[in-house]
């Protein structure tokens, strides 16, 4: 019972963390080949604005981030795409590990544009990537939204007791057609999810499960923002803000920023707030 009821917690998690949408007009492809990412710009022209990566979550695309992109002027936006999410063929995202090489490609990028110490701001899975990111002394400035440093710890588990489980729902997402049959209506529920591969889709979700970035905070020297999503129920809202500020316990100076009620993607379900968070965040120190 138990091993089934956590199998049904991952699969509402991984349904939790599918979110994105289609990028909007006025983008131009950045100078950078990879089999494993896409970067697209927006804004400023090079010299005449902050540089800000924006990283979109699990299965979404750049598409994410046009709210963002339309309200705030003055910056010159890096919008990484990760290859098999969201339309974008998944090259050599199709099989092995994920989240490390997807990292280590956008730190590749940000060398190859001469990017110095840019703003690095991700949602879910890209506030992940964002933390690894910031642990490799790549960012100026970190915004995580709504993202715990242990993936497992957003449906209630931890990396070393859903680790397994999440090898299992990976092989049920891509070895069988139930599995497959599950995962893809999930995507096509979600309309900025549409077009994402599903073994990519999995192997996110298992390296994910198997991250635990934790222990590791306390050397994180940038300036970090956290934003996360609340509900309208207070006890509830209370319970997430207590377990986001223990999570992030150990970075010095870390501001956490509820927002609410929202369920998981902020920047869509409360734009206006969202925008002026993170509007105050790039403002120079």
Known sequence: MRAVMNRRVMMQGAALLLAGGVLAPGAWAAPFASRRIAVTMRGTGRGTGRDVVLIAGLASGPGLWNGVVGALSGYRWHLVHVRGFAGLPAEANASGPLVQPVADEI????????LERPAIVGHSMGGTLAMMLGLKGLAGRLMVVDMLPEGAAMVGG???GMGFLADQLGQYFTGTKAGRAYLAQMLAEMPGARGSDPDVIANALRDLA????????ARLA??????????SDAAQASDIGRTFRAAYAAKRGVRLVPVGPSGHVVMADQPARFNAILGDFLKPI
Not at 107 to 114: D, F, L, S, T
Request: proline share 7%; hydrophobic share 50%; charged share 10%.
């Open 210 to 217: 198997n991250v635990d970035l934790g222990p590791q905070l």
């Open 158 to 160: 931890t990396a070393q």
């Open 222 to 231: 940038a300036p970090m923002e956290v934003v996360y999503a609340v509900g």
């Open 107 to 114: 730190a590749r990028y940000i060398a190859a544009a001469g």
